[in-house]
């Protein structure tokens, strides 16, 4: 009997994934809706009826169950670099010749051109043909594993479509949101009141970041694989040795493959692959931003090699930014967190690079009267970085005759106190720490995700509860109650207490998120745990003098003047002293290295993998840091134990091989217990 069930259990996923493969890589469908939805609830009810017969290629295990609780940053088996960028057909010559210089011998190879899309670089990683684990860009050697989430986007394989697959395979790729996707999306953002992504790009990385994999799954992301590394000891053939190949090999494992590719043999066909793509592309579903143009030859790519940060042996051609005219409304000023003012044209709404845009930046002062700038202007907007929408040029002939120059006003549009230009800046400030934009602003900085990360109190509660005066500091949030709360619109009392309870929670926060969240100018996130760690109290921070700060590796003069100038000042000091009383934590843990030694795991060293029973990694990670020891992401001679869980892959058997202990969560537990 349950071979009978494993073997139907085992047909209804190779005819599900059939059917997937046919309906989102090659855009013909082979099953009606209806019967797919039948025989995934059909596989759905196996499943639960026999869990130990399911396995992590089933579809039914592209969507997470429960929401992630964070993600964990891993290393890259290899280096993901970021390309080099040429912004004319001029500086690919260039290019051209110096990868030619350094191969004189090779100076006619084939060259691959492929369109570029505008996503986000993904690397997967596949033991024995199953899709193991899903990784982030990062910085190019450490991203963040978002398996979870990769396993929803349809057009990748969980299982590679051939029989006796590699015992190793990395592939690279985009993930992308199609154009229509983001237009459904966005307008179920404005149906709910909630603010429209800015570009598929960033609604894209954005969506792979969320840490319940159901909503990535109801955004349909896409996914075009590029690259296909095969890391092979015992067998180098696996590799296929041309660019073109791998394209043509992964596209018969199953992935997606971008059908707008061609062999060049001259640099004369790349560019007229280049030009003839610079205004076919409008026409995609699909946002790309240039040409790949990667060498065909793998031999003459190793031979080449990479630079600190790109390989030589590819480039990317980018097309200049798309530029539109449109007209200037108006002219609004924000005003920012920092009191910094920003004055922003308020456009007629014009399409530009696949968006509807109706603001621009107009940066400062000192651009708008470079720009000449008169309302009612035509001007000329593009996107600065693909991202932000900002005005170019003013053509100034079009200019109506009773136009009237835009001026920055002299006070502050949120609470009219004068604002000020400090000599050494392009920026115009209000320098009035109770205004209420500043403190809308300073609030949202509190409790963003890299500071104090207050779950469910975001941009619009903070402007309800600023606007209606319940708040005018940060300080003031661990004042709010729960009666407090309950008359605002749209409040009920268990979103009351959730919030309350939130707000109270983030008070264990550590020293080192509290330093980022005062929004101390130029101290971000990194910066701050320095901070924090060289100066273990607010105390000792507050006292020292900006040569004892900058003298901290990695904080430059500029950085410990503004700390210094942040705590002369007397409505900060007064803050610290209210959060002080709220019960924030304003100090680091223990420093004394003797303490340290004492404790029971001091030197040793952990890496956690799988899925542990009931502990999440970072659960694991806190309790063997609590007792002195340390937790690290990759497997090497130097680690102690490894703490695996289910579905632990390459890392299990590396630490098999160097002989390193395995435990299992109860073997930690058991670790924990007995060493205290």
Known sequence: MGSAIALQITQLRQQLQRASYAYYVLDRPILEDEIYDRLYRQLQDLEAAHPELITPDSPTQRVGERPAEQFTS??????????????????????????????????????????????SALALTYENGILMRGVTRGDGTTGEDITQNVKTIRTLPLRLQVESPPPLVEVRGEAFLPLDEFERINQQRLEADEAPFANPRNAAAGTLRQLDSRIVADRRLAFFAYTLLIPSADDPTLQPPSQWQALAQLAQWGFKVN??????????????????WSTQRLGLPYMTDGVVVKLDDLALQQRLGFTQKAPRWAIALKYPAEEVPTVVLAVTAQVGRTGAVTPVANLKPVQLAGTTVARATLHNRDR???????????VIVRKAGEIIPEVVRVLS?????????????SHCPECGEALVKPEDEAATRCINITCPAIVRGALIHWASRNALDI??????????????????????????????????????????????????????????????GLGIRHVGSVNAKVLSQRFPTVEQLAAAEPEAIAAVYGIGPEIAQAVYDWFQ?????????????????????ET???LTAALPLAGKTFVITGTLPSLSRNEAKQLIEQAGGKVTGSVSAKTHYLVAGESAGSKLAKAEKLAIPILSEADLQQLLSSAG
């Open 397 to 409: 002939e079009l200019r109506p005759a009773d136009a009237q120059p835009y001026q920055l006003p």
């Open 74 to 119: 891993v290393r890259h088996n290899i280096p993901l670099y970021s390309l080099e960028n040429a912004f004319d057909l001029g500086e690919f010559q260039v290019w051209q010749q110096r990868w030619q210089r350094l191969a004189p011998d090779a100076a006619d190879a084939t060259a691959v051109a492929e369109l570029k899309i505008d996503g």
């Open 592 to 594: 004394d290295q003797s």
């Open 569 to 589: 000042v007397s409505a900060n000091q007064a803050l610290i002293e209210r959060l002080r009383g709220a019960g924030v934590c304003l100090a680091g843990p």
């Open 455 to 516: 779950n469910g109190v975001g941009q619009k509660w903070i402007e309800q509860w600023v606007d209606q005066g319940l708040i005018k500091s940060v300080a003031d949030l661990y004042g709010l109650t729960v009666e407090t709360l309950l008359p605002l619109e749209r409040m009920g009392e268990q979103l009351a207490e959730k919030l309350v309870a939130a707000i109270q929670a983030s008070k264990q926060q550590p020293w080192a998120r509290v330093l980022y």
């Open 259 to 276: 059908p707008y590719r061609q062999r060049c043999q001259t640099a004369e066909e790349v560019s007229q692959f280049y030009n003839d």
């Open 368 to 378: 708008i009267t470079e720009l000449d700038l008169h309302l009612g202007d035509t």
